[in-house]
């Protein structure tokens, strides 16, 4: 029941994402709120039914669309999680609020990723990155410093083609640490790797 009442929610979630949205923390930082294409949310959740991960992490939550893609993979909804952030106050409670409304195993955490990260206290099977491209790299070393993520966590991010320049440094990263990754070309570019 609960699984159709996702896929639902994915099908209203995906009307929403044709339109885009500005957003903005009010500390000078804009973007566009543009969530998943549908190829990357299909791919997401096949990467997690096959990689079968306990804790995912995702940074850039959003009004959860990437976020139900990857727990419609969940084999186990009571023995998996998901964290997942957002500078966005509005964004954040009112995607806490769908998740619990889904009674899915989802934590939305309210500010910037860097910030929250020593607030987590665990270690992550796989990451979703998604939110600010130049910050992608920052948010890795972060991760790993940190100890959430290490030998084996399943790294994913988004943009990688269609925001290619702001991604260079943390596509560098794989090459100069020789770290096998694939770029899948969805319409955006999925970057899939392992650590
Ligand atoms: C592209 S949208 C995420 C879309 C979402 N993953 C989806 O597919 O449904 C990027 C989101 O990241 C958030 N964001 C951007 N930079 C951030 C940061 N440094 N820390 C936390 N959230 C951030 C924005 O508020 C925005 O909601």
Redo the contacts with the bound molecule.
Sequence with gaps: MRRDQIKSEIESLETLSKQGES?S?GKD?F?W????RKDTGTLLKSLVITRNPEHVL?????????ALYLIEGFHDFSNQDLDT????QG?SDSTQARMDRLGVPVNVHF????EVFPKLNKRYDLVFF???KN?YLPQLNSLIDLKLIGAGTVILADNVLDRKSECQPFLDWFHENEINHHIIETECGLLVARL
């Design positions: 957003y923390d930082r973007g709120r543009n969530p998943i995702e940074i850039g939550t959003a009004h959860g669309l990437s952030i957002d500078f966005d964004v500010g910037d990723a860097i998604d939110a600010q910050q």
